[in-house]
């Protein structure tokens, strides 16, 4: 069965601390892994795409990278208002159905 | 538009009504595609279109869900005959192509 496993599911931070967020995932036939950010009470915001094992994506303070096994989210000296929670999603057929780890939800304190 | 519009923003219904809620993707966008959200975090894919056609169904519940996307009307997805494990968070999105996707602000549904 296609799964999408996000660790840890809660993550809690100083402000300028940096760390990582896992999405590991066991979808054969990998089209595409997404990462999405979603504050309370509203959708998925796109972040990034990334389509094949090696590659990376910067936006900020975020860097997404890919294995042929997961995705980690790397966020760089984070700020209180990067608090949210970071759903990863992966895509395996042409069809476009994503399927959604659980998230992982990150809060930065001051 | 540039952002994916859902209405309502909230809905309540008793066990057994009618629920019908309303998507309208990016302009430019030819496919759509809906979501469950139950609980916190568990996304459940229900059903995509491209254009008016239905692209890929098999998350849909065979009984009391349907979906429709018509010409020049926003897309809408239905549920006859409500239960209360219905009740959750419907969210709706586009993309240009079966790629990226960009998400609405979601309706709650809440079911009594």
């Known amino acids: 069965e296609d799964q999408v496993t996000q660790s840890p599911e809660a993550l809690r931070l100083q402000e300028g601390e940096s760390s990582s967020l896992n999405c590991s995932y066991t979808?054969?036939?990998?089209?595409?892994l997404f990462w999405y950010r979603q504050d309370p009470g509203k959708g998925p915001e796109f972040l990034f795409t990334l389509y094949s094992a090696g590659e990376e994506k910067e936006k900020e303070r975020l860097k997404a990278t890919l294995t042929k096994k997961e995705s980690f989210l790397h966020i760089t000296a984070p700020k209180p208002e990067d608090s949210a929670t970071y759903l990863c999603a992966v895509m395996y057929n042409q069809g476009g159905k994503l399927i959604f780890g659980q998230g992982t939800e990150l809060s930065v304190k001051p | 538009g540039e952002e994916v519009a859902q209405t309502p923003k909230h809905l309540v219904r008793g066990e057994g009504q009618k629920a019908k809620l309303y998507c309208a993707p990016i302009k430019g966008h030819s496919y759509v595609f809906w979501y469950q959200q139950v609980l916190k975090n568990e996304f459940k894919f229900l059903i995509s279109?491209?254009?008016?056609?239905?692209?890929?169904e098999t998350g849909m519940p065979k009984e009391r869900f349907s979906a429709k996307c018509l010409p020049n009307s926003p897309c809408s997805l239905e549920i006859q005959a409500t239960k209360l494990e219905d009740s959750a968070v419907y969210f709706c999105?586009?993309?240009?192509?079966?790629?990226?996707?960009?998400f609405g602000p979601g309706t709650r549904l809440t079911v009594l």
């Open positions: 979808v054969s036939g990998l089209r595409g």
């Open positions: 999105a586009s993309s240009p192509s079966t790629d990226t996707q960009y």
């Open positions: 279109f491209q254009n008016e056609n239905v692209f890929d």
